[in-house]
């Protein structure tokens, strides 16, 4: 006598089965954050359990009012099917009004069959296809997908219809938060990029009165030298200021440059410590040769920080020769120092603070360091400032999502202090 399980054991099993399928699938929407790959695992997902081989994923794109293919499985759907679809195609509109899934076989059954039915059947048939799913979210369609090719049955039972629509909602929450990071991200690079824009009208400002007197200088040597041609003083004197001047253009022009680029940073898992140290050696010379002691504590079992390494230099090394120039001839300390930081929600952040013995800043000119072509440096010659490295470093560091403090006493020294995300 052979054992049969009962319908009631058959549907509990196929149940276990459908949760159990269900619940590895919400677990994957949750664990893969990848675009390609989460629409991949979707669209897979829904083909097996509606048992169709073919199919395309449609992913909203709001901006430019269409839908995109993001992702397809078989050849000859690929070539059937448009790479984008228009937000007033009719079956987007039916989809995003109905909210449920469309099958081109119960609308075909005859003894359902009706107007509205028939426009539905109309719809998927001028996109070849069998079978749309939405995917909606908040009441939006934020997505969809067409299956083709004959199942391998024509009627879908009710299980795996409550399979899918679940399966669908899960999905559409998982790109939904895709589509949302996104438009984060974008909004945050624009904002980023509109900053910039509108630093550099004051930049253009700046520009033009910085470069005007070394401009009038050249000019005057030019005018003068054909009648003093012959003063061998005057040429040399002169054309010594004349070639500080050019230099100081060059100056200005390369860091209007970096500035005006967007330099969004190649990140990489570095060790902060072996960079401040690689800083450090570069600046070693010229600090033994002003008499200036370079006190290094470097924190041990410095979280690793992703960043763009040469970039980071660049911070460290304009804030280390301006706090040599602060300190100037007279001989003090540089001290550098890298520690762990706790941030709210226990999350750990690296911080490299840089104090110097110089001789401060004023309350007056500190809000204002940081703005472009805001100087203190008033000297001829290579240490004459041009007022954009704080502002290219304060960039910088924005761009790194990290912090940029400064705190400063007259006559007492000025300490900057850098924070940045750890990867722990």
């Known amino acids: 006598m052979t054992d049969r399980a009962s319908p009631q054991t058959a549907a509990a099993q196929l149940g276990m089965e459908s949760l159990q399928r269900l619940t590895q699938f919400a677990r994957d929407m949750g664990r893969i954050t990848n675009l390609s790959m989460i629409a991949d695992r979707i669209l897979s997902g829904l083909s097996e359990v509606a048992q169709y081989q073919q199919g395309s994923l449609y992913l909203v794109e709001r901006e430019r009012e269409r839908f995109r293919r993001l992702v397809a499985r078989g050849a000859a759907h690929e070539s059937s099917v448009p790479p984008v679809i228009s937000l007033d195609h009719p079956l987007v509109q039916e989809l995003a009004r109905h909210q449920q899934i469309l099958d081109i076989f119960m609308l075909a059954d005859g003894t359902h069959s009706n107007a509205i039915d028939d426009s539905r059947l109309h719809m998927l048939e001028s996109l070849s296809s069998s079978f749309a799913i939405p995917f909606l979210n908040r009441g939006r369609l934020v997505a969809f997908v067409l299956l083709q090719s004959k199942p391998a049955t024509n009627c879908i039972d009710p299980d795996s219809m409550e399979l899918l629509t679940a399966m669908a909602q899960s999905a559409a929450n998982a790109l939904d938060s895709i589509l949302t990071y996104e438009d984060l991200h974008q909004s945050q690079t624009l904002m980023r990029r509109t900053d910039r824009l509108r630093s550099l009208e004051i930049i253009a400002g700046g520009f033009a009165h910085e470069i005007r007197n070394p401009l009038t200088s050249i000019k005057t040597f030019i005018q003068l030298a054909p009648d003093r041609k012959d003063d061998t003083e005057f040429i040399r004197d002169f054309s010594r ?184």
């Not at 072996?274 to 006190?295: G, N, P, Q």
């Not at 301006?322 to 120092?337: F, S």
Request: a negative charge; aromatic letters at 4%.
């Open 241 to 424: 200021v004349v070639l500080d001047d050019v230099h100081r253009i060059e100056r200005l022009i390369q860091e209007i440059l970096d500035y005006a680029r967007y330099m969004e940073p190649k990140l990489t898992d570095e060790d902060l410590n072996d960079i401040v140290s690689s800083c450090l050696y570069f600046i070693e010379v010229k600090a033994d040769s002003r008499e200036i002691k370079i006190e290094k504590e470097l924190a041990s079992e410095l979280p690793r920080v992703m960043l763009d390494r040469q970039q980071i230099k660049q911070v460290l090394l304009n804030l280390l020769l301006n706090a040599m120039d602060a300190i100037g001839e007279q001989g003090g300390t540089l001290r550098v120092r890298t520690s762990k930081l706790m941030k709210p929600e226990d999350k750990a952040w690296v911080q490299i603070e840089i104090v110097d013995t110089g001789h401060g800043i004023s309350a007056a000119n500190l809000e204002h360091i940081f703005d472009p072509f805001f100087t203190t440096k008033h000297t001829s010659g290579e240490n004459e400032g041009t007022g954009l490295g704080l502002t290219i470093a304060h960039q910088i560091i924005r761009e790194h999502q990290g912090e940029i403090q400064v705190q400063s006493m007259e006559g007492v020294g000025t300490t900057f202090r850098i924070n940045l995300p750890s990867l722990a």
